[in-house]
């Protein structure tokens, strides 16, 4: 072993341990990881941030600001309320998203496909009251497992394919995967629902033993011609706000509330709700059933969405400049374009005229505010936005438009006519050309630790390669083969790939165990389609860490994982993976 490849060795083993050990996070770890690489002359410096402009870097920095693009348009929303269901277990949740994103990571990208899949299951977590956690890493690990059914549904596949067309002269077909695929798939998902979602360590709860719930207000929301509300009974639209755990408390009609029993009543453009329900799901009732927010006048009317807007939840401190005022005479309407939706004071939310209660210290205010004013607004009343309580509004006008970019982006990618970042960069173009996002907010979506980890984790896998470590590991592994049944040659040469996906890109991985496997076969004198079958199913499944795989990185921020939960529910998976598919490698790939 060389000098290189043992400081390399090294450096990835105090990476891992570091890493697992999570007392510091892990993009810094890994950035110190390359520096020190680069100052033992290991990592060229002109390659240094080469990993920053890689399409494995820049497909999950775009697929976040797609991902956005698709929950701010409603498309999401939309999805959620279809897909949903609060009586619905987390086993039977997770075989229904597991199995969905499992069959359309074979027909596209498994990165495209949990892209599509993941912000709905937050918002169902969300509306479950469950962490986001438990189960966004099964729906991250069932698109990886899934993309193993044909063979564009995973890049390992593709090139493990084309390499067979070099050595063989011939490729590998579209179904030739599913056989192993499926069964593979089939056990790994089962395994998840059932058992493997209950192994992931998840955050501890709050010392009362309770989430921390939303704050709750009192708000107007507007009925219009356009309003699927419109002509509906008020006890009709109830069943449609109680999934948006959203409660209709009141009708104001012609600009009085109305008395008695109000469940056959009939509602009419003009007609003004009085709900009760958190900002989320406020919006979210709104958008379900095209209601408008109203303009903030004493008498309302729908307000006209004219450009992005957030619902932003203020706190009023001692001396703020609008402590005495209405936010009528504060101007919040004329000179700011902007709409008191709710109020609280002394944990009461407020439900009388709004826009001429005399604001206090230690009011808490709901503000509709349209994006370009938010920061002039804030300054001028002295109100201090709450950390983590601004709300983008849904764009439901915008929800076919997003679809379709995001569409034609993966019907584009799985026909080979661009590549994925191409595609995705397109879609953010398009959103923004459109309307679905704002420019000044593209960059608010991108989580900038997983773009740093992935950047300084790349350079050094190409190292490792470059000096021959790779190709280190495979003439050991070749070595304690010899004299062994095939089978056993086929089960080591999976489990090594493995282990090496965990660590590298599983692309690199595959570029690099499928001469092994070839040259495997050549020593047993066996057929080699087992081998390099054998390679694509290891290769793709790195479950162990949240940088073996491209969807175990995109879920480390929204779940709020550390580096070292993965291998919990990810170690008992790949011993799964390999107890299925080496026989069933061996039946359908004889040797």
């Not at 698709?70 to 498309?75: F, K, N």
Request: aromatic share 6%; with cysteine.
């Amino acid at each position: 072993m060389s000098f290189p490849q043992a400081a390399l060795f090294a450096i990835f083993a105090g990476m891992m341990v570091l890493m697992f050990w999570g007392r510091w996070r892990h993009d810094l770890v890994a950035f110190a990881g390359l520096m020190a690489a680069v100052l033992m002359g290991l990592v060229p410096a002109g390659q240094a941030f080469s990993g920053f402009g890689n399409p494995a870097t820049m497909i999950v920095a775009l697929v976040l600001i797609a991902t956005a693009g698709l929950t701010r348009s409603g498309a999401v929303s939309w999805l959620t309320r279809r897909l949903t269901s609060d009586s619905r277990s987390v086993t039977r949740h997770i075989l229904i998203f597991g199995g969905a994103g499992g069959l359309m990571s074979g027909f596209m990208n498994n990165i495209a496909a949990l892209a599509m899949l993941m912000p709905i299951d937050l918002q169902a977590a969300r509306k479950a009251g469950r962490p986001a956690g438990m189960t966004l890493m099964p729906l991250a690990f069932a698109t990886i497992l899934g993309g193993m059914l044909t063979l564009i549904g995973t890049p390992p596949n593709l090139i493990v394919s084309g390499y067979r067309a070099q050595v063989l002269g011939e490729p590998y077909r579209m179904f030739d995967f599913l056989p192993v695929g499926a069964a593979v798939a089939l056990a790994g998902i089962i395994f998840i629902a059932f058992l493997g979602w209950r192994l992931i360590a998840l955050p501890k709860p709050a010392q009362n033993g309770k989430a921390d719930r939303p704050r709750r207000y009192i708000a107007r929301l507007v009925v219009t011609e356009a309003s699927s509300a419109n002509g509906q009974t008020i006890a009709e639209l109830r069943e449609i706000a109680a999934k948006a755990e959203t409660r209709i408390s009141g009708l104001s009609r012609h600009g009085h509330l109305l008395a008695g029993s109000l469940n056959d009543m009939v509602l009419a453009p003009g007609d003004v709700l009085l709900l009760r329900a958190d900002p989320s799901a406020l919006d979210d009732f709104r958008a379900a059933s095209k209601l408008a927010f109203p303009d903030g006048r004493v008498e309302p009317r729908a307000r006209k969405d004219s450009e992005g807007q957030s619902l932003i939840e203020c706190l009023v401190p001692a001396g703020a400049p609008v402590i005495g005022k209405t936010m009528q005479s504060f101007g919040l309407v004329n000179r700011y374009d902007s709409v008191l939706v709710g109020m609280r004071r002394r944990g009461i939310a407020l439900r009388d005229a709004l826009p001429r209660q005399e604001i206090a210290a230690g009011d808490l205010l709901l503000l509709l505010v349209p994006d370009s004013r938010s920061a002039e607004l804030l300054a001028a009343a002295g109100v201090i936005r709450l950390d983590g309580a601004s709300l983008p509004v849904l764009r439901e006008g915008h929800m076919v438009t997003a679809v379709l970019l995001f569409a034609l982006a993966v019907m584009a990618t799985s026909l080979g006519v661009v590549t994925m970042p191409i595609a995705l960069g397109c879609v953010v173009i398009g959103y923004v050309l459109t309307g679905v996002l704002q420019i000044h907010e593209l960059y608010d979506h991108v989580d900038w630790p997983v773009i740093v980890l992935l950047g300084s984790m790349i350079p050094l896998g190409m190292a490792l390669d470059q000096t021959g470590g790779t190709s280190l590991i495979a003439s050991a592994l070749a070595s304690l083969t010899a004299g062994f049944p095939p089978w056993v040659g086929l089960l080591l040469l999976m489990a090594a790939t493995m282990l090496l996906s965990d660590v590298l890109n599983n692309n690199a991985t595959t570029i690099v165990a499928a001469p092994v496997g070839i040259r495997l076969a050549e020593q047993m004198d066996v057929q080699p389609d087992a081998f390099l079958m054998g390679v694509a199913v290891s290769a793709a499944c790195a479950f162990l860490t949240p940088i073996g795989h491209q969807n175990n990185t995109l879920i480390l921020g929204p779940g709020n994982y550390r580096f070292g939960d993965y291998w919990r529910m990810g170690l008992p998976l790949e011993v799964i993976v390999l107890a299925v598919s080496v026989p069933m490698l061996l039946l359908v790939w004889p040797l």
